[in-house]
T-cell receptor, first 114, second 116 residues
């Protein structure tokens, strides 16, 4: 079965620290990859996405992610986190087929202290 | 980006009653909408896929007679929780896919259902 694994359940960082959240998926075919963020009390928002092309994808708010096909990974990174980055982060995979839903990882809670 | 609106954002109901949650795509037509359920501290679990004008496709373990989904137009899908019980209390999130889009979903704000 297709699955998405996020390695870190809860990450606690100080402001200005660097961030890397792991994401691995099990689907073997062509996939579209996403990172969504859910700030406290708000709905899910897209951070960035990868469909094809350059495997290093840049998203909003200084986030980036690198698709490594050989490792089935799509890790999220940010060089210097801010207190406002405190949120829940979800990695999601969509098999490249029309009409299919996203498969989500369990999410990683990021807490940034000022 | 595209806007998806859910209503109501919060609802409290008595056990045994039915609750309807609406999901609207405000500025695009959505041939496909998805309903997810999110338990506290857990991920989003897909409940069903809703295609305009046809019956919804439910995921394994989701009771179709309990969670009625209707996708009557390209901008509206509804989820009705029938004969709600306390264990149905959860956060329900809808998402919609634009016709010309390959994979990205746009999410509603979510609806928190509390069944007393």
């Amino acid at each position: 079965a297709q699955s998405v694994s996020q390695h870190n359940h809860h990450v606690i960082l100080s402001e200005a620290a660097s961030l890397e959240l792991g994401c691995n998926y099990s689907y073997g075919g062509t996939v579209n990859l996403f990172w969504y963020v859910q700030y406290p009390g708000q709905h899910l928002q897209l951070l960035l996405k990868y469909f094809s092309g350059d495997p290093l994808v840049k998203g909003i708010k200084g986030f980036e992610a690198e698709f490594i096909k050989s490792k089935f990974s799509f890790n999220l990174r940010k060089p210097s986190v801010q207190w406002s980055d405190t949120a829940e982060y979800f990695c999601a995979v969509n098999p490249n087929q029309a009409g299919t839903a996203l498969i989500f990882g369990k999410g990683t809670t990021l807490s940034v202290s000022s | 980006g595209a806007v998806v609106s859910q209503h109501p954002s919060r609802v409290i109901c008595k056990s045994g009653t039915s609750v309807k949650i609406e999901c609207r795509s405000l500025d695009f037509q959505a041939t496909t909408m998805f309903w997810y359920r999110q338990f506290p501290k857990q991920s989003l679990m897909l409940m069903a896929t809703s295609n305009e004008g046809s019956k919804a496709t439910y995921e394994q373990g989701v009771e179709k007679d309990k969670f009625l989904i209707n996708h009557a137009s390209l901008t509206l899908s509804t989820l009705t929780v029938t004969s709600a019980h306390p264990e149905d209390s959860s956060f329900y999130i809808c998402s919609a896919k634009r016709q010309a889009n390959t994979g990205e979903l746009f999410f509603g704000e979510g609806s928190r259902l509390t069944v007393l």
